[in-house]
């Protein structure tokens, strides 16, 4: 047996030798230089087309280099690579996108090179049967899963000579593949990278707005661009220019880099970029649309500012993602970074938030692929679509996403005690996703939990953790606390935070507490709606005690305003259904004596040995009581109190610490599922579909990233010239593994579907509709959200629309895109936010919810099934990015069937109430819809009146202004004629002159 392989090994080698007999030339030197380019942030994202100023694909030919031929790709690339690796004494090289591996093994003799090969399955088969001494990785190079695990093996294999020749050209997104390149060269920055790939500037291209010609191409750089696109990932092009395609080559069409990296002048760019504010790369990222003193900023602003100060103001980067971005100054003197300083496009920045927040953390994933952690709030659910990607395996395998709970819709409704409803019914479904979706959930009380469980909102999560807010305490020295002549309330005048409570206990008290020698109260904060209900007691209190009010002091005020009276006031906190309202922090930390009541999670923010002396019960007369009790206590005991509740408070800051150093560390990822387990049956429904139809669908497939196991048409009674096409097409265009089911009758999508999830033996079963187009990675996609999602019952990408008869390859900017977000039963009544057609689905669960809804052939049927199964308790995965293309026809069924059937087969597939009751929910849903929509209109219409009024009012004090001008001038006329007449008569010409000067005035005033 060793006899056999070692003959073959000879056999090859000859066979090798021959293949490559043909002297190798040197590089046509580019006429610039790297230093001639400038480096932007903004040129590697998908938005700028990573710098390619040329036509780019959205899908593309997958190629599969196994086949033998005369012709040697990028004949002089491997040449090259091995001079560099000689001259810098290398003896590591590592092939990405190796293909079968010939070259790599004819310009490294195993003898002298270790070498390692990556590339997709199918390219390796025949490097490994051919080459078995060498090492073969197969790797998915598009994604930071499949990179992060084989880059991490390489690093021991450093220094090394990286090649990627003729690869980047195949990629749709290249930054995972830069993006750990770059953190691969980090660890020995002797290492360097060769680059090539086709100019389009030689390949005779004039038009930019042509696709490449190569259909496995996605985008065809220039010279030029390439070198600004390394230079603007943070790599040192060290040399450029051009070398041959092949060896019959004489244009030299291909662009050539050799490439090294300095993380030293990498953090230099970055600083001089604006983009960290360190010299060091960041490991966390919050995402936070609060941030003290920008803009209007609640406790969330304070608290962030907090949390950069826990886990490290170097390593930890603020993304601001506010309604109004600060100003660049203010950006850097706060330490911000915002969505603006990556992309310039109008069709990124305006986004939603949570669109936008994801787009924002991928490209910083690319710039620092070693982060840890994103942190992100829950409220209005900025994170949902982070917490998703995180889902369906777009990060690397151990960065942790982490959504700290602040006060969802139902912590605000909690407060007010009242519901705030339809409006805002998606943020509270984004609030959700966001929550379930995170690796980990952070309460600061549990208060809060409990209030979110009620709800229903946590359900079963395997990572809640309970982390008090932190605060770095101030090195204040502590004071006296005196006489009491003041009371002051911090807060805003609401229910919520007790100022009604406070005014009732100082009003029921006020002469006890003026015998007690207060004078004053001083009420801090902003007035509210609630203003009126309140006047009547602050006027009667008014009567005995002087009120102070300050309405809009920010919080550097307000520290400052309360630290002068720490001496002589009671700072009253009665705050009623807060969750951990830092302002007591505030209070404590500087030395003076809170009140407050036992609500809300204001309680787990104290010491218990101390807590009893500084709360009472939430009635009037219980803080009336304590209030009385410590006005009239010594000074002594007071500073005391003060003194030791800061010293308790400051001690559980120890604790909160140690906890936020877990919650940065990385994510333990061991346990997560595998893709390779989950197996795959795409079905196609199909009915008299035009052949061209499926030609373009059945390309789409063959080029899967993940190839499915099972494609089966379901054909729902087409005529008998159409079934016979589809089946004389599979027969001669198809290496997928295929089979028709026919139906005797016309059964519609509900029941095809329901025949595919009878017939399907593996662990999935993946729609796609027959006219439309799955992109590259659209099963993968769907197959990775599974794998990290357990729980989930079906999977829906986002999904990008275009007009039949348009070149769906192309990549176009302003094509609509429907984003599901996969929840929320409420709004999903009349508007589907749930999901669409072409989407996966986990067999056992949807055997077990009895399928599709087949008792009639309305539209819907996709709508209604996922509404089944969110009544029901069960989970749809959202996979956050384009991965499959809906064709836009005039006889699509959206477009032609009847709606009212529809809505009936969405009311008879709601779970868990009696179908008379959820039909009738339907209709007050839809009637609520048609009563807002009325009330829209009707606002609509009264701001069009309203600014016609306006207008009106302008042109009728235009005219009333020239007509009192007129008047004026014809009564200076009349005087001034009246007065030549008269000018014999002196009394009477003096009379008349004295008029026509007042006249004059009169109007010369007018005009001024």
């Known amino acids: 047996m060793a006899e056999k392989q070692s003959k073959n090994r000879r056999l090859v080698k000859r066979l090798m030798d021959h293949q490559f007999n043909f002297p190798n030339r040197d590089i046509e030197p580019a006429p610039f230089s790297s230093a001639d380019f400038s480096p932007s942030i903004m040129v590697t994202t998908p938005a700028a087309n990573f710098g390619c100023h040329s036509a780019a694909r959205r899908i593309c030919q997958i190629f599969s280099d196994t086949s033998k031929s005369p012709v040697v790709w990028q004949a002089d690339v491997y040449h090259h690579a091995r001079l560099l690796a000689d001259a810098h004494g290398i003896s590591n090289i590592i092939d990405i996108g190796c293909g079968n591996g010939d070259k790599l093994a004819h310009h490294f003799p195993v003898e002298s090179f270790h070498t390692v090969g990556t590339d997709f399955l199918d390219s390796l088969a025949a490097a490994k049967e051919e080459h078995p001494a060498r090492q073969w990785i197969e790797c998915d190079i598009t994604q930071y899963t499949d990179l992060r695990k084989v880059f991490d093996s390489l690093s021991e294999h450093l220094p090394a000579v990286i090649i990627a020749s003729d690869v980047i050209e195949h990629l749709s997104d290249v930054r995972p593949l830069l993006g750990e390149i770059r953190r691969l060269m ?102 936070t649309s609060e941030f003290q003193g920008v803009g209007a900023s609640g406790g969330i602003g304070t608290v962030v500012e907090q949390q950069r100060k826990a886990y490290g103001s170097e390593v930890t980067l603020v993304v601001y993602m506010g309604a109004h971005p600060p100003s660049r100054t203010l950006k850097r003197r ?29 490209q910083l994933l690319f710039f620092f692929p070693d982060l840890l952690t994103v942190q992100y ?55 959700k996703v966001a929550i379930e979706c995170s690796d980990t959930v952070v309460f600061p009380s549990k208060f809060l939990r409990n209030l979110y469980d009620e709800a229903g909102i946590l359900g079963s999560h395997e990572d809640v953790r309970m982390i008090g ?216 429904p199909y009915f008299n579909t035009d052949i061209k139809y499926i030609k373009d669908l059945l390309w789409a497939l063959e080029n899967q990233t993940r190839r499915p196991d099972k494609v089966l048409f379901i054909d729902d009674c087409s005529d008998i010239s159409q079934s016979d096409a589809l089946e004389n097409l599979l027969q001669g265009s198809t290496t997928l593994p295929w089979s028709i089911i026919r139906h005797t009758r016309n059964k519609g999508l509900a029941g095809a579907r329901n025949s595919a999830l009878s017939a399907a033996t593996t662990d999935l079963l993946i729609n796609i509709d027959s006219d439309d187009v799955p992109l590259n990675e659209f099963i993968r996609d769907l197959v990775n959200c599974f794998a990290s999602d357990r729980t989930a019952a079906a999977a829906v990408p986002f999904l990008a629309a275009f007009e039949d008869g348009e070149n769906f390859e192309r990549q176009q900017a302003k094509s609509y895109v429907y984003r599901p977000l996969g929840d929320g039963l409420i709004p999903a009544l009349t508007d589907n936010i749930l999901g669409h057609a072409n989407a996966g689905f986990r067999v056992d669960k949807i055997r077990a919810m009895g399928g599709w809804d087949e008792s009639d052939k309305s539209k819907y049927e996709d709508w209604a099934l996922y509404m089944r199964l969110i009544s029901s308790g069960e989970r749809i995965g959202v996979v956050p990015r384009v991965s499959c293309l809906y064709r836009v026809r005039s006889s699509s069924m959206v477009r032609t069937y009847a709606t009212w059937p529809g809505q009936r087969r969405v009311a008879r597939n709601i779970s868990g109430i009696r179908r008379f009751d959820a039909f009738r929910l339907l209709a007050q849903a839809y009637d609520y819809v048609d009563e807002r929509k009325q009330r829209s209109d009707l606002s609509a219409r009264i701001n069009d009146l309203n600014a016609q009024i306006v207008a009106l009012q302008r042109e009728q004090s235009s005219l009333l202004a020239a007509l009192a001008a007129n008047r004026m001038r014809l009564s200076a006329r009349l005087t001034d004629a009246v007065a030549r007449r008269i000018r014999p008569f002196p009394m009477l010409s003096g009379i008349a002159s004295r008029i026509g000067a007042a006249a004059r005035r009169a109007m010369d005033r007018r005009h001024s």
């Not at 300083?341 to 669109?355: A, G, M, P, V, Y």
């Not at 407060?415 to 805002?424: E, M």
């Not at 500084?614 to 006005?631: E, Q, Y």
């Open 186 to 287: 980090a660890h020995d920055e002797r290492s360097r990278l060769v680059i090539s790939t086709p100019d389009r500037a030689r390949l005779e291209k004039a038009d930019i707005e042509e696709l490449p010609e190569n259909r496995a191409h996605i985008r065809e750089w220039n010279l030029e661009e390439l070198v600004t696109l390394f230079g603007s990932a943070g790599f040192c092009v060290d040399r450029c220019g051009w070398t041959r395609m092949n060896q019959f080559d004489e244009t030299f069409s291909t662009s050539y880099l050799e490439v090294s990296f300095s993380r030293e002048r990498y953090l230099e760019w970055l600083l001089d970029e604006g983009l960290i504010f360190h010299k060091r790369e960041p490991q966390h990222l919050v995402i």
């Open 334 to 362: 706060k330490r911000l970074t915002a969505p603006a300083d990556l992309f310039t496009e109008d069709s990124i920045l305006r986004l939603n938030t949570e669109d936008l927040a994801l787009e924002t953390v991928q």
């Open 377 to 431: 709030q829950e409220y209005q659910g900025i994170g949902c679509r982070i917490a998703q990607a995180g889902r369906a395996g777009f990060f690397p395998p151990a960065f942790r996403t982490v959504i700290h709970c602040h006060g969802a819709v139902h912590y605000l409704e909690n407060g007010i005690q009242s519901w705030i409803g339809a409006p805002a019914d998606l943020s509270a479904v984004r609030e």
């Open 469 to 684: 807010y932190p605060y770095e305490f101030s090195p204040i020295e502590d004071q006296l606390i005196g006489p009491i002549d003041k009371l002051i309330f911090i807060g805003k005048r609401i229910s919520m935070k007790g100022f009604h409570l406070f005014l009732e206990a100082v009003l029921s008290s006020s002469s006890e507490l003026l015998s007690a020698g207060v004078t004053t109260i001083v009420l801090v904060g902003p007035k509210s709606s609630e203003e009126d209900s309140a006047s009547p007691l602050l006027e009667r209190i008014r009567e005995t005690l002087n009120v102070e009010e300050y309405t809009d002091l920010h919080r550097d005020d307000l520290l400052y305003f309360a630290n002068s009276r720490v001496q002589d006031a009671l700072f009253i906190l009665p705050y009623l259904a807060d969750n951990q309202p830092l302002t007591v922090f505030d209070v404590i930390n500087l030395g003076a004596l809170p009140l407050m009541v036992e609500a809300g999670g204001v309680p787990e923010m104290l010491p218990r040995q101390w807590a009893a002396h500084v709360l009472s019960k939430p009635t009037s007369d219980a803080l009336s009581g304590r209030i009385l009790k410590m006005v009239s206590a010594s000074s002594k005991e007071r500073s005391t109190l003060a003194r030791r509740l800061k010293a308790g408070v400051k001690r559980h800051q120890g604790e909160i610490e140690q906890a936020l150093k877990e919650l940065c560390k990385p994510k333990d990822f061991l346990g997560l599922g595998s893709n390779q387990d989950l197996t795959t049956t795409v079905v196609v």
